[in-house]
């Protein structure tokens, strides 16, 4: 049959949903960049960055769909490099957006210091974790602060303000879009986080880690996707203006 041909195991939700994130951030990269060919010069890098977060994300699906057929765990070391590569440079996007506004690279520095402290914290947390709830709450915790921080930023602070004050409707629409993602998108990692053993979901609820990736791959193919398809809409309907 096919999918045991492609050696993903029916009935296996993790792995029908490695092998569609796989497939969809490859279309996704395929269609960013494709369409920078059509926007205006000044967009041009933020429909790069897009088909690069999609693309990094693809080569890393690759390999986390067999890794986990072939093992059944959890590709956690793969996952962290990939979102070491791509949280960053959705803080670029972010920074692209506002620069024209006046965004200064020290605030990209900081974006990128607090998915820093996020990813790491949330690394040791799983990576290292001895089963106990104990570990997997100080660590979850501890990241938390980055998101949190990141979130603060694209809700009130300085992206918040620069994209107010961008004179600009699609980037502030745009903006506030990608907010969104932030708060509403971002909050399923948490949740799939909590799914490890020793986390909150795990021992309330009895979920066990298969969740965790689970969670991840929907997130990342709505957070990636998503994020690019706002920046591509920014790009197409400001150019349209210009
Ligand atoms: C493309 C990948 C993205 C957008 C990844 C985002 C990841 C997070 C927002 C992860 C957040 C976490 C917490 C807030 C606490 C628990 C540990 C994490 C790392 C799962």
């Known amino acids: 049959m096919f999918l045991e041909f492609l050696k993903i195991p029916v009935g296996d939700p993790v792995a029908i949903t490695f092998f569609m994130g796989y497939i969809a951030m490859f279309a996704a990269s395929i269609f960013f960049f494709i ?3 059509s ?5 041009k890098l933020s429909l790069l960055v897009s088909g690069l977060i999609t693309f990094i994300a693809a080569v890393h699906y690759y390999y986390m769909k067999d890794f986990y057929v072939v093992t059944g765990e959890n590709p956690t070391a793969l996952r962290y490099i990939d979102w070491t590569l791509t949280v960053p440079l959705m803080c670029v996007e972010f920074y692209l957006l506002t620069k024209a506004a006046g965004a200064k690279t020290d605030l990209l520095w900081k974006l990128i210091g607090a998915s820093v402290l996020m990813l790491v914290a949330g690394f040791i947390g799983e990576a290292f974790s001895d089963g106990s709830t104990a570990h997997s709450v100080k660590w979850g915790v501890i990241s938390t602060v980055g998101y949190v921080y990141i979130l603060y930023t694209a ?5 918040a303000n620069l994209a107010a004050g961008s004179g600009n409707d699609a980037v502030k629409s745009g903006v506030r879009a990608l907010a969104w993602f932030v708060l509403v998108g971002w909050a399923i990692y948490p949740i799939g986080y909590m799914c490890m053993p020793g986390g909150w979901l795990n021992t309330s609820l009895g979920w066990d880690s298969t969740n965790v990736d689970l969670f ?3 997130a990342d193919a709505i957070n990636k996707i998503g994020f690019g398809l706002v920046v591509y809409s920014i790009a197409t309907s400001s150019s349209k203006e210009a």
């Open 155 to 159: 809700w009130y602070g300085e992206v």
């Open 216 to 218: 991840y791959n929907i």
């Open 39 to 43: 926007v205006d010069g000044k967009w």
């Open 35 to 37: 369409e920078r060919g």
